[in-house]
Structure formats: C-alpha cells, structure tokens
C-alpha cells in the first residue's frame, strides 16, 4: 500500500532582490509503506492499553506475565468452585463483557460479535459457566439493529443479554461475582482474567477480583467466553466441541467480511438513528418523574452520599496568599512506575473495610448501595477518601501490601493513606508524593488532581509526568517537579522516614530549577534538583491564586 501526503507538494521559492530566499514550507514526500501481511489481531493487557499482545501470542503472554501479577501465581494452580461442576484455574476467564461508548458504536465489530455467537450457537457451543458476560451498547440503536439482524438471539443464548446503554464493565461497573466464584479466587490468590471490549483496563478497575485483563473487539469477547481460559491459543486450539464432538475452531466460526456487511446492509437504516435520537434529551419516564428543585443556584443538601458542598474555596480571600516555601513536608507515598490516575483515584467499587466504605456505612448507606467511586464523584468526602485508594496500589512505604496505605511518621503507624493525611493536617504537616516515570499515565481525571489536593499534598517529585496529570495538578495548586535525568527515589535511597524542604517558590517562574533538600532520620540530609514543571505564565496564575478555580472567581468577581 502505497500514499503520498496531500500536502507534499513543494511550495514554489520567491526570492526579493538583494534578499535571502524565502523560507520554504517543509514538506514531506517520504512514501508510507504498509504491510497488510503484518496486521493481525490482538488484544491489549493485561495491566495496560497500550500493551498490544498478538491474539496468537495472548496464552504465552498472560504466561510470562502471571508471575508479577500475584505473589504466588504461576504454580498451575486449580480449584474447585464450592457447589459447582467445575473448577478454577490461573487465567480462567470470568469475565467477558462488550462494553464502552467507543466500539460499540462502530456497526461492523457489533454485527461480527453477533455473527460469532450466531455460528457458535449453531454449532451447539456454550459460554462456560463461570464467565460472567454483559453487552451495554452505548446506543439503543445497537439493541434495534441486532434485533432486526436477528442476532440478538444468539447473543442471548451465549449469555450476552443487554444490560444497559452507556458505562458498564469499562469503568469498573461489572457488577458482583457470584459469591462462591469470588470465593475460590479470593481464598487461593487466583490470578483470573476479563476480556472486554472496552477502553481502559488499569489495575483494580475492572474488578477487585480480577488482575489480568485485556481489551479486545467485541467478536474476540465473544470468543473468550466459549473458551473461558487466557490459556488457549485461539489461533491453534479449539473453543470446544460441537453436538458430533467434533472440535471447533475461531476460524470455524470466524464471519467473512461479507458476512458482516450483509448483516449491516439488513439490519441498520438511517431511520433507526432518526427515530432514537428525536426525543434523545427527553429521557425516560422514570427521569422526566425526578423532582427538581427550582432557583438559580444550588441548594445544597447536607444528607446527600451523592453531591455535597466541595470546600475548594473555603476562607478563599480576596486577594491570593503568597507563595511560601515548603519546609518539613513528610511522603505521604512512595510510588513506582506508571502509576495511573485509576491508582491515584479509582473508578470502580468501593470496599467495606475502606475509609470511604466506612464513611458510606456512618451515613446509613448500605453495601449494596455502595456504587462506585465514579458514581460518587460529587462528594468530596467520598472521593477523597478514595484517593490512592486502589486495591493494586503499592507504597514503599508499606512494603508487602496493597490497597491504599502508608505507614504515618514519626509514629511507623501503618494506616490508610486518607486517614495519615488527615493525622498530617491535624499536626499541620505538608505532604509530598514521590513517583516514577509516566505519573499519572490513564485517564484524564480531574480528581486524581484534587484528591490529592484535600489530601494536604503540596507538590509531587516524579521522574516524569503524563500531559494532562500534570496540567491539572498545577491547576489544583500541587506543584509538579521533575527530577534531574538519572535521579529517582531508589538512587535517592528514600524510605518515608524523611521529611522536606523546597524552597525558592516565592519567587517562581516557568521551568525553573528547585533545590529539595532531603533531611533524614539519622540527621544527616543531602539535596537533588527539580524542574518545577509549571510549563507557562498563564499556570504560574494558577499557582500564585492556590489553584485555576481561584483564579477563575478572582477574575469574574473583580
């Protein structure tokens, strides 16, 4: 496959008399070479998107993989399901989910997906029965064209009946295990996987049982939950046996592309999208009934788990507070490399024993109304309290542990992050983190920024930081500083038993160069330098106003 960019042709040279030549525009006339022989299907996991694992390669994958995703996993483990037929295994599949706003809304993966289950169900092949499978289009669209393409039906029958229309399985809403499959996993450290069609499969977002999962096309999903297993080759070994026991393949069946467009020619029409999207901001009858207050500002309810008043302008002065140096800060967490913003502020559920499960319960809410932290995100109280929350975070702070925890200085309590930060404001203590390279990789969430702001953290020093993480610490007020090339917590020797100072921000402009002076338990201290990442004037006004929501009231209110 050959191309030539629309833009290469050169642009003519003028030249004045006397002059030097006008500068040319660049071009680019390299021809784009593209090999359709090395295009094959893949997955992305386990840990992250961007990880591309080829589907013939995914079983050996997963193999290489399990040893860092568990202590103890890679032994071959198996065990059985309390009042069940069947057993569990490192790398069982036990959820498979086709999901997310993204490629649920592209009609050739969907109608492939349904064609897949239609061919297997043909066939006499089932998903198995310890697979957990969903299908939340993001469109009621999507639920009228595989019911008019007849799809639906084979859809069902493997399992996948629609559960809803928008954010499901992606963003942690998966729903609970059954209790004896949790069990099994939970008891014995099982490593077990989930295959979904999803955008994001960051550690601890999909499901707090599952540690392997991977994105796949809805069709591969499909797949998945007839084989059950991250351990099949499903270019090589079959996805079971048919009513003659005879073995059946992927490529068996596997639907042609002209397959897929038959089904699209049949099944989708312009009037369908019409229909549905008339009355779109109408919303069903149950939303039209909620009761809405009138006014023309929010009344705020005190009792509400869901949205509560945020305090990010309490004691705000007219006029900003200087800048000041930062002396005696304490770690409130040490962190490794790529360390998401789904580590710093999760996305999904919300456990019992945790400070926001515990806040919940002394509000009258119940386990089973818990939601999600996503859900939640209009109350401060619950969101910070999720902040570097994670069940897959792990602080060095707290070495052997995860979920959320850091031991507290001077004392060596090991506690809840939340609750060591609210110990470090009592005694009026700042707090820094410590992290590796691509900081605040993952989603663009604005609360892995302020969590980390209610927190009491006041700059974070990483070895370098994701764009969008970056822009909105400084836009919450956390300065972002860099370390030096060469330089991080390990050459550092850091523990958490330091303490702080960084000093010169009185005085700060873009780019520059802080000195953080590192005092050490034995009394000894040593210094490194930082690029304070505060890229431009326009953030150095947020800085100085405490955050770009200050600084937005100050101008409007002038």
Not at 61 to 79: C, H, K, Q, W, Y
Not at 310 to 326: E, L, N, Q, R, S
Request: charged fraction near 20%; aromatic fraction near 6%; glycine fraction near 10%.
């Amino acid at each position: 496959m050959r191309t030539r960019w629309p833009w290469s042709r050169p642009m003519p040279r003028r030249k004045a008399c006397g002059a030097s030549p006008a500068p040319r525009r660049p071009t680019f006339t390299d021809t784009l070479h593209l090999d359709m022989g090395t295009v094959e299907p893949s997955l992305a996991g386990p840990r992250r998107p961007q990880d591309r694992v080829p589907l013939a390669r995914t079983a050996a994958a997963f193999a290489e993989a399990l040893p860092s995703l568990a202590p103890n996993a890679g032994t071959g483990r198996t065990v059985a399901v309390e009042g069940a037929d069947y057993s569990l295994s490192d790398g069982s599949v036990v959820i498979a989910a086709i999901t997310s706003c993204t490629n649920t809304s592209n009609p050739s993966v969907m109608m492939a997906a349904g064609l897949v289950a239609q061919k297997a169900v043909a066939r006499g092949l089932t998903r198995k029965p310890w697979v957990k499978t969903s299908l939340a289009p993001g469109s009621l669209v999507v639920a009228d064209y595989l019911q008019k393409a007849g799809l639906q039906d084979a859809l069902d029958a493997l399992g996948f009946q629609i559960a809803g229309f928008g954010c499901t399985t992606c963003i942690g809403n998966a729903g609970p295990l059954d209790e004896p499959i949790a069990k099994a996993i939970d008891g014995n450290g099982l490593v077990v996987g989930a295959v979904l069609s999803g955008n994001r499969n960051f550690e601890g977002r999909i499901s707090p049982h599952v540690r392997a999962n991977y994105l796949a096309s809805p069709p591969l999903v499909v797949a998945y939950a007839l084989a059950g297993t991250l351990t099949l080759d499903l270019t090589t070994q079959p996805l079971g046996q048919d009513r003659n026991g005879q073995d059946v393949y992927l490529k068996d069946i596997w639907p042609t592309a002209a397959e897929v467009a038959a089904a699209i020619d049949s099944g989708i029409t312009p009037a369908m999208y019409r229909e549905r999207y008339a009355n779109v901001f109408d919303g069903p009858a149950a939303w039209q009934a909620i009761e809405v207050a009138e006014g023309e500002t929010y009344a705020w309810d005190a009792e509400s788990t869901y949205v509560q008043h945020p305090p990010y302008f309490k004691g705000m002065t007219a006029t900003p507070v200087p800048v000041t140096d930062i002396k005696g800060a304490r770690p409130l967490a040490i962190l490794g490399d790529s360390v998401t913003t789904d580590h710093i502020s999760p996305a999904g559920s919300i456990k019992v024993d945790s400070p926001a499960g515990q806040y919940l319960i002394s509000r009258g809410v119940a386990k089973a109304d818990f939601n999600s932290y996503g859900a939640r995100r209009g109350n401060h109280e619950v969101m910070m309290r999720g902040t570097f929350a994670n069940i897959r975070i792990r602080n060095a702070m707290a070495p052997g542990t995860e979920g959320g925890v850091t031991m507290h200085q001077p004392s060596g309590a090991v506690m809840p992050i939340y609750d060591a930060a609210m110990a470090y404001q009592r005694e009026g203590v700042p707090l820094v983190v410590i992290g590796g390279a691509e900081y605040g990789t993952g989603s663009s969430r604005d609360w892995a920024a302020k969590g980390t702001n209610l927190l009491g953290v006041k700059a974070v020093i990483a070895v370098s930081f994701e764009r969008i993480h970056r822009s909105n610490l400084v836009g919450m007020g956390v300065l972002p500083l860099q370390f030096a090339p060469g330089v991080d917590r390990v050459s550092l020797g850091l523990d958490g038993t330091e303490t702080f100072d960084i000093v010169g921000l009185d005085s700060l402009t873009p780019r520059q160069t802080l000195t953080v002076t590192v005092h050490r338990q034995d009394g000894s201290t040593t210094s490194f330098e930082t690029v304070c990442r505060i890229d431009t004037l326009d953030e150095m006004d947020y800085v100085r106003n405490g955050g770009i929501l200050q600084t937005v009231l100050r101008q409007i209110t002038r």
